[in-house]
């Protein structure tokens, strides 16, 4: 559900981060119920995923297609799970999360730039068990809004955004946060060994958090690494593997367990994305496809919310991406 920001461009910084986790199944995992927070509510997960774009290699003179200062971003995943930062929210049953994002430019001059963007992202499940909404809307677990603004200068990126995050099937009490990004490209320095590192921070506000309703909000730390290479394709002329890496803590309150303790650590991932930029027309926007698996080693803070107690999850994702 919320978000941590990782993209090959600051356009997409607003989508990806209401995003960044892949998801998965467990063949031998029966619930009868969605996961509860301890609060007694339904506790969400967080950081959605929509895959950051390939930029494809462009003939020497041409021009981008969009020359423009408003940048669009649609996409969708298909997990296998909905799991993120340790908790998860359902295991079984079709889920697809679609996105959209807007960037604007705002002011760009020699290696600075200032971009604002506007994001959506949402979860919709077959499985509807847990849901106390009707009609359709008892398929439409989330639907996450966000507002940021992004700040680059050379290779430091730092964005600061405000999400809200909602279910029009009445699964959780709305959750609002702050979150603060800040990336670094450092390819420039490591080359085909760049690792992308990454710092997210957490903060919600207001009564209602990640363990559940009326418990005050809680602050989130993570960091992460996403190394990787690019393989030369005969049709697509190539292709990116990353290899993402993150590491989740709850600074205060997060992973807060039934004594009102807060646990420290909630999850440690890594996997593999490979992104496929697809033969269209770039007049009609860089579309990528991917597929990915990833494996979560999970600490007590996050484990207590989820009904199986595992310490280790296995989770896949499909997904598409349009950039314009």
Known sequence: MRGSVRSVSVSLLGLVALAGTAHAQLANVEMSEPPESIGGNPTPATQPSVVPPVELPKKEGEQPVNTGKLHFTLGFDIP????????MSKDRGF??????????DLY????????ADLGAWNSFHGDTRGSNASGSARNWFESDLAAGLTFKYDIFAFRTAYVALMSPASNFSTINEFNFTFTLDDSGWMGKWALNPSVLFVQEVGENGSDGANLGGGSYLELGVTPGFDLDMP????????????AGFGLSNYYENAAGAS???????FGSRVLVPLPVNRNYGQWTASAGVRFLFLGDGARQFNT????????GVVGLSIVY
């Open 80 to 87: 296998t799970k909905y799991f993120s930062r340790g908790i």
């Open 95 to 104: 889920i697809i999360q679609p996105a959209a994002s807007l960037a604007i």
């Open 108 to 115: 760009e001059h020699e290696k600075f730039k200032l971009v």
């Open 235 to 246: 049709v697509v002329e190539k292709v990116r593997v990353n290899f993402p890496v993150i």
């Open 263 to 269: 646990q420290g650590f909630g999850v440690f991932e």
């Open 308 to 315: 199986n107690q595992k310490d280790f999850e296995v989770l």
